[in-house]
T-cell receptor, first 114, second 115 residues
Framework: NAGVMQNPRHLVRRRGQEARLRCSPV?????VYWYRQLPEEGLKFMVY????????ESGMPKERFSAEFPKEGPSILRIQQVVRGDSAAYFC????????????FGPGTRLTVL | AQKITQTQPGMFVQEKEAVTLDCTYD???????LFWYKQPSSGEMIFLIY??????QNATEGRYSLNFQKARKSANLVISASQLGDSAMYFC????????????FGKGITLSVRP
């Protein structure tokens, strides 16, 4: 059974460029969560999506960040005009029903902004 | 709002001994879930154990058990018979229900197992 897949595993961008992070949930899971981990800190929630719907985006910065989970294909976290403070590990997690299921995490994407 | 507190400094344990990692939480929800995840130096997040707020028995998964004390709002992780591979960062997390099913994490505790 394939777990949560994330790519790329490492991404280097220069300030002002765009970063696209992809997440393929566990097969059959329809709930996707994105979290960000800054160095030496715990994970912070960003956004919760179901297919074609954003359920909770209370943790998303108001500008430059967006997320989608289309009917077909992976979930995408998009960061426009990256700044050095965006350097972090970005984790995607998926669950079956969302409400009561355990969230299983992908390996993360380490974003470095030069 | 939900809050998880993990205040222990780095923890050390001798191989084959048991260790308890502390976690306290705060929430106004009646229904919630408590989780522990392990993050080794390689960086991935590994699910260890889950406890539901209405579960009367403490959860166990192999060498992991969760000491759930609802009145004290604590959910401590107990690792028995520590192994060198247990050296990692450990995060306690809480989840609400429905649209509030996001995880709220504590800052984590570093565990080092000594041979």
């Amino acid at each position: 059974n394939a777990g949560v897949m994330q790519n790329p595993r490492h991404l280097v961008r220069r300030r002002g460029q765009e970063a696209r992070l992809r997440c393929s949930p566990v097969k059959g899971h329809s709930h996707v969560y994105w979290y960000r981990q800054l160095p030496e800190e715990g994970l912070k929630f960003m956004v919760y999506l179901q297919k074609e719907n954003i359920i909770d985006e209370s943790g998303m910065p108001k500008e430059r960040f967006s997320a989608e989970f289309p009917k077909e294909g992976p979930s995408i976290l998009r960061i426009q005009q990256v700044v050095r403070g965006d350097s972090a590990a970005y984790f995607c997690a998926s669950s079956g029903t969302g409400d009561t299921d355990t969230q299983y995490f992908g390996p993360g994407t380490r974003l470095t902004v030069l | 709002a939900q809050k998880i507190t993990q205040t222990q400094p780095g923890m050390f344990v001798q191989e084959k001994e048991a260790v308890t990692l502390d976690c306290t939480y705060d929430t106004s929800d009646q229904s919630y879930g408590l989780f522990w995840y392990k993050q080794p130096s390689s960086g991935e997040m590994i699910f260890l154990i889950y406890q539901g707020s209405y579960d009367e028995q403490n959860a166990t998964e192999g060498r992991y058990s969760l000491n759930f004390q609802k009145a004290r709002k604590s959910a401590n992780l107990v690792i028995s018979a520590s192994q060198l591979g247990d050296s990692a960062m450990y995060f306690c997390a809480m989840r609400g229900t429905g649209a509030n099913s996001k995880l709220t994490f504590g800052k984590g505790i570093t565990l080092s197992v000594r041979p």
